[in-house]
Structure formats: structure tokens, C-alpha cells
């Protein structure tokens, strides 16, 4: 019998709706295809600038902030278990995200990796960059990037997170 297009799956998970309807996405296309899924989630650095010399020095992420990146990494593996998927997952790394993500897929092969996109505006996506342009653009597996449903006409549109 043929391997699953999808054997291996993985998604990244950060606690914001985005990366929850990207769980969603990543536990149904699991179960279809009765994947592997791994649950991946970064802690972040972040970057101190320090003097012209030396232009950025990274600090550690806090403990409270790691706990809390783990913590939600634990949730999304429960939330994986309960949904039936037999065969998950949960990493938590430290560092640059986009690094960590593309890091941690030429490690450990996926046939897909699934985001989410906080759908930043042209303006916030060149000055602060998108996570998941870079990701999608370095790795070597297809991506699947989960976006928000777009508002229901006549309905308040829901309240857009800043990256």
C-alpha cells in the first residue's frame, strides 16, 4: 500500500486564534490521512539593541514566557489526543522564530507544514516581517498557511491581532 501524501505533518502553534484554526486545519488533514503530527511552538528571543559596535545581542526568553510557550504546546497536544489522532508530537524551542521553524524542518522531514497568518497589512509586513513569508519561502516542503474566515457581511468584523 502506498504511503499518505501526507505522512508527517507538522504546525506551528504560538496561542492566538491564528494558530488555533491552524490546529484545527493540521488535526483534521491528520486524520484523514492518519499522519504523524507534530506540534511545534517558539519561544522567542529578542533582539537588545546594545551600541553601533554591536548592533543586537540576544537575550534569553524569560522562564515565565517559556513556560508559557510550553504550556501551550501541552494544550495543543491534548487538544490533538481528544480529537483521535494516534501519533502526536509536542516541541517547544527557543530563539528566533522563523530560524527555529526552518531549523527544526530540514531536522526532522515533514510532507507538510501547516500555519497560521495574522494577515498583517503591506505596511506591517515590511516593517516587521511575516513569519510565515520567510518560513514558506525557505523551507523545502509545501506549506499550507491557514487564514481567518473573513467577516460575515453585516457583522462586526473580529478584532485583528498585531504581530
Do not use: N, Q
Given at each position: 500500500?502506498?504511503?499518505?501524501?501526507?505522512?508527517?505533518?507538522?504546525?506551528?502553534?504560538?496561542?492566538?486564534r491564528?494558530?488555533?484554526?491552524?490546529?484545527?486545519?493540521?488535526?483534521?488533514?491528520?486524520?484523514?490521512?492518519?499522519?504523524?503530527?507534530?506540534?511545534?511552538s517558539?519561544?522567542?528571543?529578542?533582539?537588545?539593541?546594545a551600541?553601533?559596535?554591536e548592533?543586537?545581542?540576544?537575550?534569553d526568553?524569560?522562564?515565565?514566557?517559556?513556560?508559557?510557550?510550553?504550556?501551550?504546546?501541552?494544550?495543543?497536544?491534548?487538544?490533538?489526543?481528544?480529537?483521535?489522532?494516534?501519533?502526536?508530537?509536542?516541541?517547544?524551542?527557543?530563539?528566533?522564530?522563523?530560524?527555529?521553524?526552518?531549523?527544526?524542518?530540514?531536522r526532522?522531514?515533514?510532507?507538510?507544514l501547516?500555519?497560521?497568518?495574522?494577515?498583517?497589512?503591506?505596511?506591517?509586513?515590511l516593517?516587521?516581517?511575516?513569519?510565515?513569508?520567510?518560513v514558506?519561502?525557505?523551507?523545502?516542503?509545501?506549506?499550507?498557511?491557514?487564514r481567518?474566515?473573513p467577516?460575515?457581511?453585516?457583522?462586526?468584523?473580529?478584532?485583528?491581532?498585531s504581530s
Amino acid at each position: 500500500m502506498p504511503e499518505p501524501p501526507f505522512a508527517r505533518i507538522t504546525v506551528t502553534v504560538d496561542g492566538s486564534r491564528h494558530g488555533d484554526r491552524a490546529l484545527e486545519f493540521a488535526i483534521d488533514l491528520a486524520k484523514r490521512f492518519d499522519s504523524e503530527l507534530t506540534v511545534l511552538s517558539v519561544a522567542p528571543v529578542y533582539a537588545i539593541y546594545a551600541s553601533a559596535t554591536e548592533p543586537w545581542v540576544s537575550s534569553d526568553v524569560p522562564e515565565s514566557e517559556a513556560k508559557a510557550y510550553r504550556e501551550i504546546v501541552d494544550r495543543a497536544v491534548k487538544t490533538c489526543e481528544a480529537a483521535g489522532i494516534g501519533s502526536v508530537t509536542g516541541i517547544c524551542l527557543e530563539g528566533v522564530i522563523t530560524d527555529e521553524v526552518i531549523a527544526h524542518v530540514e531536522r526532522h522531514p515533514t510532507d507538510l507544514l501547516v500555519m497560521g497568518s495574522r494577515g498583517l497589512s503591506a505596511t506591517k509586513r515590511l516593517l516587521l516581517g511575516s513569519v510565515t513569508d520567510v518560513v514558506s519561502h525557505h523551507v523545502t516542503c509545501p506549506v499550507l498557511i491557514v487564514r481567518m474566515p473573513p467577516a460575515k457581511s453585516g457583522a462586526p468584523a473580529p478584532p485583528t491581532v498585531s504581530s
